[in-house]
T-cell receptor, first 112, second 112 residues
Framework: GENVEQHPSTLSVQEGDSAVIKCTYS??????FPWYKQELGKRPQLIID?????GEKKDQRIAVTLNKTAKHFSLHITETQPEDSAVYFC???????????FGRGTSLIVHP | NAGVTQTPKFQVLKTGQSMTLQCAQD?????MYWYRQDPGMGLRLIYY???????DKGEVPNGYNVSRLNKREFSLRLESAAPSQTSVYFC???????????FGPGTRLTVL
């Protein structure tokens, strides 16, 4: 089955800095890669996703890049703000499968 | 439009007791999922239902059963609770496997 590894497990930055979270996956048939943000005590919510036919996608301060050859994808947050502090999860879904495999999460802390 | 709802929000059980977690969605989604979330372990899939009338095991199904009662409702049953089942449980639904998953607010379960 699919295996998703996510790094780092904790990331501490100063407000205004950029943050990068990386994920690798094992199944070359995976073709959908969402990112979820979970604030403390809340439910996970989708912030951005990318499909295998696209190399990069941006939405204001967040962007996701995908390298299918290397089987890795990354979340980039620019101009971080304290409200970006949360746990971020990457996931991969293989073609024909209904099962998303999640990374273990990255706790992002943005210091004012 | 309530999205995905779960009951109860909190529950404390004694070892060996049984209970059912309820989940409902009003978005006319085809697929529904049950996850457990433990510190440092991310979201692990317990069971899922790709469409009404079907259910399948996920990564950690032991000790659980599910029922897809109709298109809206997907319940998770613990027949004989164990301390290892202490966790936060999330229900989620999606239109299809390559679409955003919408999560419920979660159920915090403690088994003593």
């Amino acid at each position: 089955g699919e295996n998703v590894e996510q790094h780092p497990s904790t990331l501490s930055v100063q407000e205004g800095d950029s943050a990068v979270i990386k994920c690798t996956y094992s199944d070359s048939a995976s073709n959908y890669f969402p990112w979820y943000k979970q604030e403390l005590g809340k439910r996970p919510q989708l912030i951005i996703d990318i499909r295998s036919n696209v190399g990069e996608k941006k939405d204001q301060r967040i962007a996701v890049t995908l390298n299918k050859t290397a089987k890795h994808f990354s979340l980039h947050i620019t101009e971080t703000q304290p409200e970006d502090s949360a746990v971020y999860f990457c996931a991969a879904i293989s073609g024909g499968s209904y099962i998303p495999t999640f990374g273990r999460g990255t706790s992002l802390i943005v210091h004012p | 439009n309530a999205g995905v709802t779960q009951t109860p929000k909190f529950q404390v059980l004694k070892t060996g007791q049984s209970m059912t977690l309820q989940c409902a969605q009003d978005m006319n989604h085809n697929s529904m999922y049950w996850y457990r979330q433990d510190p440092g372990m991310g979201l692990r899939l317990i069971y899922y239902s790709a469409s009404e009338g079907t259910t399948d095991k996920g990564e950690v199904p032991n000790g659980y059963n599910v029922s897809r009662l109709n298109k809206r409702e997907f319940s998770l049953r613990l027949e004989s609770a164990a301390p290892s089942q202490t966790s936060v449980y999330f229900c989620a639904s999606t239109k299809g496997p390559y679409n955003e998953q919408f999560f419920g607010p979660g159920t915090r379960l403690t088994v003593l």
